[in-house]
């Protein structure tokens, strides 16, 4: 499976909140490692982690985010994939399996 085609929830136990124009991410205390808090200040990085809702794939992601800003998808394709890394990295997110209809026996 490509990276676009990865589907991404928020773990279990990470609460966030906005603050302003900020979102504050909080990571879960269970567990053996506790993430770093997390603040999110701008517009994309904030609508990349209202889409990690387990349905999207990251094409979809980055279809949406494209054009919302107005931009090419090749354009958003490194900041959502870097943005992506950076919250697997730090245990906030983790891949959702999800079943596909073509995969169902």
Do not use: C
């Amino acid at each position: 499976m490509s990276l676009k085609e990865k589907v991404y929830k928020k773990r279990d136990g990470v609460l966030h909140k906005k603050l302003g124009a900020e979102i504050l991410i909080i990571p879960s205390s269970s567990g053996k490692k506790t993430s770093r808090l997390l603040y999110l200040r701008d517009h994309v990085s904030m609508k990349i982690w209202a889409a990690l809702n387990g349905r999207n794939t990251l094409q979809q992601i980055i279809r949406k985010i494209a054009r919302l800003f107005d931009k090419k998808p090749e354009q958003i394709q490194k900041d959502v994939a870097e943005f992506i890394k950076e919250l697997h990295e730090n245990k906030l997110i983790e891949e959702n399996r999800v079943s596909r209809k073509k995969d169902r026996v």
